[in-house]
Nanobody, 115 residues
Framework: QVTLVESGGGLVQPGGSLRVSCTAS????????RAWYRQAPGKQREFVAS???????TYADFAKGRFTISRSNVKNRVDLQMTSLQPEDTAVYSC?????????WGQGTQVTVSS
């Protein structure tokens, strides 16, 4: 059983930066993929970025050059550093943890980009 907790969301002005984090607890496998998704009001949830235990990284097109996913120095934590944020980035950002046996989701953290 794996439990995910997201943190770091909040209000930021256009052009600003924000870092959100995903921390896992419980029985985490040695091999997994950790990913970030987001969902804006009235829209479908969409993929943002992912990183594997083998350090394979994938970004959505809109995230390339602006967002950086990385493993934190804190054990079992993955960070998403977001820069040059715009109002269209406003969404609930959720963490997904995928293992061979199961996939788990966190509850999400709200990111609002507004002046």
């Amino acid at each position: 059983q794996v439990t995910l907790v997201e943190s770091g969301g909040g209000l930021v002005q256009p052009g600003g930066s924000l870092r959100v984090s995903c921390t896992a607890s419980g029985s985490v496998d040695s091999t997994y993929v950790r990913a970030w998704y987001r969902q804006a009001p009235g829209k479908q949830r969409e993929f943002v970025a992912s990183i594997s235990t083998g350090n394979s990284i994938t970004y959505a097109d809109f995230a390339k050059g602006r967002f950086t996913i990385s493993r934190s120095n804190v054990k079992n934590r993955v960070d998403l550093q977001m820069t040059s944020l715009q109002p269209e980035d406003t969404a609930v950002y959720s963490c997904r943890h995928s293992e061979s046996r199961a996939t788990c989701w966190g509850q999400g953290t709200q990111v609002t980009v507004s002046s």
